[in-house]
């Protein structure tokens, strides 16, 4: 799907608002954590820290508030893919760029402090609860088979219905859903789009897996309140990821059946779902990683648990960049990321690297069938 050039407000818009949750993640992060690197309970709020915060504040600004107005100003007077395809590129390794220089810095930090401040290292401790998984701490994963029997019924009519289809169907199309290139009809071209659901569907259960098997974290300093916060994350994620990948199931379904002439959705309907979709998402994800925060750090629980005064293992050994999570003798595949809302892969395990990989390569593979099918 293509947006019209005089929509280049539409992508531009998302791209601050990923700019803006860029800026925002760092301090969502448990209390403990700065800039991918774990600090001790003692010097967590020293002035040396506190002005770290604030110097990410003021670089990250005078970065990519030039640099959102000059790409503004270029998609404005000349809008089209090259532009668009190119600023995200250019977002992405300037997050990349500027959290790992902060990673640095925050190293650098931690190991003066250490050096003149009284830490005690004889306080850290690994606190884990054997009983973590009792109990409901994640949604049941049979609620993605409403979206399955969606995907399924996609597909069942389309082929009950294939004669009724135009010899020739839409191959692109605009944000108003109205062809802007045909192709002829074929059982490939008709059900391209449910089985591009498929793998939609397919997302989002590697997702639910990673929330439900990853790696137990918690706050040696509290680690009862940890504990629940962590289990609420999950809960809500997982509840979240499934609402989620329905919507979207729900939604290719009507636009696979609107584009091969089954049914009508006008266009103003499809203009208005095509924009408000993304947005949405984008929206719900804010307020859901504001309002919680990583590992339920910002949630907000009836309980006084009283501190241990015990510290984390310093484990930043593992983490390079504070982005980058490498541990062979860890056994978790997926743990909770140091640098942003969620979970990563673990690349010191085989299976981690698969997935990795996996991520990466199947959407490739499934954008040259696609390409080969519209080809031919």
């Known amino acids: 799907m293509s947006v019209e050039d005089n929509f280049f407000w539409f992508p531009y818009t998302i791209m601050v608002i990923v700019a803006f949750i860029g800026f925002i993640v760092p301090f969502l992060l448990r209390e403990n954590i700065l800039f991918g690197s774990r600090f001790p309970n003692e010097i967590v709020n020293h002035p040396e820290v506190i002005n770290l915060k604030r110097n990410y504040k003021h670089l990250y600004l005078s970065i990519f508030i030039p640099f959102l107005i000059v790409l503004g100003l270029f998609l404005y007077y000349s809008p089209g893919n090259t532009y668009i395809n190119g600023g995200i590129l250019v977002e992405v390794f300037l997050l990349f760029v500027i959290y790992a220089i902060y990673n640095k810095k925050a190293k650098e930090i931690k190991g003066e402090l250490l050096s003149h401040e009284y830490v005690n290292t004889q306080k850290e401790i690994l606190t884990i609860d054997t009983n973590f998984r009792e109990g409901k701490y994640l949604i049941s994963i049979w609620w993605f088979l409403p979206a399955l029997l969606i995907i399924f019924l996609n597909i069942l009519i389309l082929l009950l219905y294939y004669n ?200 490739i593979i499934i954008s040259l069938i696609s390409k080969k099918i519209i080809m031919n």
């Open 164 to 363: 009724k289809i135009p010899d020739q169907i839409t191959l692109h199309f605009n944000l108003q859903g109205v062809a802007t290139q045909l192709t002829n009809k074929s059982y490939w071209h008709v059900l391209l789009i449910p089985l591009t659901s498929i793998f939609i569907l397919c997302g989002f259960i590697v997702m639910y897996f990673s929330i439900k098997t990853s790696k137990q974290e918690l706050d040696s300093n509290k680690p009862v309140t940890s504990k629940l916060k962590d289990r609420y994350f999950r809960l809500i994620w997982s509840d979240y990821s499934i609402i989620l990948c329905t919507v979207l199931v729900i939604w290719t379904f009507f636009v696979s059946l609107h584009l091969d002439k089954l049914i009508v959705i006008s266009s103003k309907t499809f203009e208005a779902v095509n924009i408000v979709m993304p947005f949405l998402i984008l929206s719900t994800a804010l307020i859901l990683v504001i309002k919680i925060g990583q590992s339920g750090s910002r949630l907000k629980l009836k309980m006084n648990e009283p501190a241990t005064g015990m510290n984390n293992v310093d484990d930043d050994y593992f983490w390079k960049l504070g982005m980058i999570y490498y541990n062979p003798h860890d056994p978790s595949i997926f743990v909770p990321k140091r640098m942003g809302i969620g979970w990563t892969v673990n690349l010191g395990r085989p299976a981690g690297v698969v997935i990795l990989i996996a991520l990466i390569v199947i959407p």
